[in-house]
């Protein structure tokens, strides 16, 4: 019903996840000298990474929300789950960038990645059972393969991490990568869509 | 009038809150091994409580909101104080999980509770009063039973925390427990009142 | 033009400048006891007191732009300019608090408040010069006596600081009394309006 | 497509950016005196000018947007890239402040508006091939000379720092001033492209 809320209220929250992980990344203090910022560069690459991840995050919940006709009860409350578990991304890709991607803290970021990817599933699932079977989404989404891998990726990539934790982060970024494009099943059908909506007032 | 702007005002402070609560929670500094996460768990059970109550605060403010038809500037201003207090949030959700649910620090929580239970509740009279007695949110809101329901277990919870600060954490999480799904009365009245409309129409 | 965005993104930094505020309120470390809240009651006195002038500022600023018809480059200018001296707020209202209303600090505190108040007029001016004489705003703001008196009671607030900063502060509380209640100007000029374009379409 | 939502999000994220550099003028703990101020002197005129050139990025954003027709997944992801450069403006001012407008942190300020500008410039380029060659955004942005100006600047302003870093911020503050005013171009071909729709309607 009331889309626009929705999407304000999560565009709102996506922001300020974006934007506070930078806040990781502290000034050093009475240190004017171009190596005081060495110690920094891991914690930069995790927030590159981690934006990435919010960012493609952000434009696939643009596109899942620009092809629901009406907001539920269900919907609104998924939704929520899906931000909470995005709200600790600063947390884990602070705590990983601190420690120089060692194993817990890349452990813990794969866990917090993997769990908002459920969450991420979760509000898909719901948005399809209220949808129905013949809307716009499902046809969009699929079977949602991409989603599946992505929930493997994950899981293989924490279980890596224990051989070396750098073999973690290349699986987490395989994963941004195949999320980079946002995503072309939605596009399509929404053209369809279209077309076919411009086939039938003609 | 420019109901949407209320709106999304509303919304970025909500979601600035609750996004700012996660802050908290701060990254062990110079520690990369699991053990180091352990004193932050009651901080971390101290967000999931509170990210659930702004949440069902969004969920019924949204709802609310959805229902009315024009904003007074009394509306502001109670709107307003309920943002206001539920703007102390972090910090008590703060001093909470850094106490480990002591006692005076489950009593704040549990003031503050409350008094954003009432700050919502004296909008909610503001808005039926503007809106008159033959609205949508009057029909919808009804007596508001659960709203005057959760300040007693509110205040019994800050009363039983002095035997056990548990007691008081069970009360609060027993009333975000009730009000986690989103108000059905509003929702009920609305499709009706559409309902009615289409059959004056005909 | 696009009245819309100029409003989001005002909305965005008040809200934000609003709930910033409270993170100078900061959980005490490592103290379950109620005395230790004690002293942060000044920081909070100066929260309360920041919350109300930053809610004020909101309120007008939405009944303001809501009388506007265009936007123009100066005003986007005039709006960035007013924002940065709210986005003070926090800072002097922490320095306030910090030092339990000692002289300086509430003297910078009203000087911010005298500044942000000079832009929100020099605001004014440009959007009564881009909508012309005869526009809505006009009628609505008038001579705008309560912002002259304003900006003369914080120059007063500072000057008695120097007696007592209490006297000071008092003062300033004193203007936000007056502001408390919305501009009813404007809202008696738009009702007005809308009456006479109904009158016109009959 | 959904241009309200990457107009949304961008203000969201702009409006956090520009809000959270104000944290770096951390309040001075147990100092009441005026003298206490003097050390933040550097940091607020960072401040300052950062805030000059977010402003900056907003209004052209603003209007740059208001240009647009329709928005492709390349779009968002170049706006996000822009997004992601302009978040490191927090620490870069930050930095620069903090220490005096010292060489490195000066070079790395400039670097960073650079990089900005460059994410910017790169943003438009998607911007003019999706809209194609006779869009308004083409025709109002023309060949983008200022823009190409601003990127020789700020090179001379890098290399001019080397000699005295006051140099450096004296260039960065030109290019400020040039872009103080918003777009007129676009503002022009709008107000053409109006003139030509109201007289094709005729």
Redesign the interface.
Request: hydrophobic share 55%; charged share 15%.
């Given at each position: 019903?009331?889309k626009g809320?929705l999407?304000?209220?999560s565009?709102?929250?996506?922001?300020?996840?974006?934007?506070?992980m930078?806040?990781?990344?502290k000034?050093?203090?009475?240190?004017?000298?171009?190596v005081s910022?060495k110690p920094l560069i891991p914690k930069f690459i995790s927030y590159?990474l981690s934006?990435i991840f919010v960012?493609i995050y952000?434009?696939n919940h643009?596109h899942l929300l620009?092809a629901i006709k009406k907001v539920s009860?269900a919907m609104?409350?998924a939704n929520?789950n899906f931000?909470?578990w995005l709200?600790?991304f600063?947390?884990a890709a602070?705590?990983m960038g601190?420690?120089h991607f060692?194993?817990?803290?890349v452990i813990?970021y794969g866990v917090v990645l993997f769990l908002a990817a459920v969450a991420y599933t979760i509000f898909v699932i719901v948005i399809k059972r209220t949808e129905g079977r013949d809307s716009l989404v499902v046809q969009a989404v699929g079977n949602d393969a991409k989603g599946k891998i992505s929930l493997l990726f994950y899981i293989t990539g924490i279980g890596l991490s224990f051989i070396n934790p750098w073999l973690g982060v290349a699986l987490y970024f395989f994963v941004a990568c195949i999320w980079?494009?946002?995503d072309k099943r939605i596009?399509k059908a929404m053209r369809e869509q279209e077309l076919n909506d411009a086939a039938n007032r003609d």
């Amino acid at each position: 019903m009331n889309k626009g809320r929705l999407e304000a209220f999560s565009d709102g929250v996506i922001a300020i996840i974006i934007t506070i992980m930078v806040l990781e990344i502290k000034v050093p203090e009475h240190s004017e000298s171009l190596v005081s910022l060495k110690p920094l560069i891991p914690k930069f690459i995790s927030y590159i990474l981690s934006f990435i991840f919010v960012g493609i995050y952000w434009n696939n919940h643009h596109h899942l929300l620009h092809a629901i006709k009406k907001v539920s009860g269900a919907m609104l409350w998924a939704n929520l789950n899906f931000l909470f578990w995005l709200s600790l991304f600063p947390f884990a890709a602070g705590w990983m960038g601190e420690n120089h991607f060692a194993l817990w803290p890349v452990i813990v970021y794969g866990v917090v990645l993997f769990l908002a990817a459920v969450a991420y599933t979760i509000f898909v699932i719901v948005i399809k059972r209220t949808e129905g079977r013949d809307s716009l989404v499902v046809q969009a989404v699929g079977n949602d393969a991409k989603g599946k891998i992505s929930l493997l990726f994950y899981i293989t990539g924490i279980g890596l991490s224990f051989i070396n934790p750098w073999l973690g982060v290349a699986l987490y970024f395989f994963v941004a990568c195949i999320w980079f494009i946002p995503d072309k099943r939605i596009e399509k059908a929404m053209r369809e869509q279209e077309l076919n909506d411009a086939a039938n007032r003609d």
